[in-house]
């Protein structure tokens, strides 16, 4: 692939559990672990992607959802252009808690705003579904985001969110400012070559005791 036009820093944030890292490991590699284990700290992957005429260089952040860590990973939010928060949906107490992710990203972010997008995860479970389509658009709606539904073991919808992200970045001039290769914040986020592939992890000790569109990813 070129050399990107772009570099980008995106964060996957929710509760422990929701998926997060499935749906990392799904984008960057094409592969589903059924069993993963839980983040520690903070852990990284690299992806370059083509959206329309631009290559874009996207470092993508997996940030460790348990409450423990909370004030441990803060500090990655500075300098991200996006934002994806997921929620699980075979857990109502998942999408209620993406409020106080919010609230951690109104505190932990300055201008301009990230790019905030919303992923119910685990959509190949409709039995088990707690949340439904109609409940997780309106949280959205209300809130300015973008509603997806994806399944990191079916692949439905993934790929589709982060490319959804990096669009609305693109579209949002104030967050370009330094996202060109080769000067700016850009290098300090450029942390290794494109394609999927674990790049990096950073393991923290954890302390003592925008409308929403009417275009939805697949739900299947």
Known sequence: MSR?????KLLLVGDAGVGKSSM???????????????TIGVDFKVKT????????????WDTAGQERFRTLTSSYYRGCQGIILVFDLTSQQS?????????EI???TAPPEPVKL???NKADLPDEREVSDDDALAFARVR?????????????GIRQAFEEAVRRILDTPALLVDTHVGGGAAGAVNTGGGGGGRSGAVQLNAPP????????????
């Open 4 to 8: 990107p036009d772009h570099v980008f």
């Open 118 to 120: 919303l992923v119910g």
């Open 24 to 38: 990392l490991l799904r984008f960057t590699d094409d592969t589903f672990e059924e069993h993963m284990a839980s």
């Open 95 to 103: 999408l209620l808690n993406i409020q106080n992710w919010l609230k």
């Open 144 to 156: 300015g985001m973008l509603y997806l539904e994806a399944s990191a073991k079916t692949r439905a």
């Open 49 to 60: 992607i083509r959206v329309g005429e631009l290559t874009v260089k996207l470092t993508i």
């Open 209 to 220: 005791a925008k409308p929403v569109d009417d275009g939805r990813g697949c739900g299947c």
């Open 106 to 108: 109104d505190v932990f």
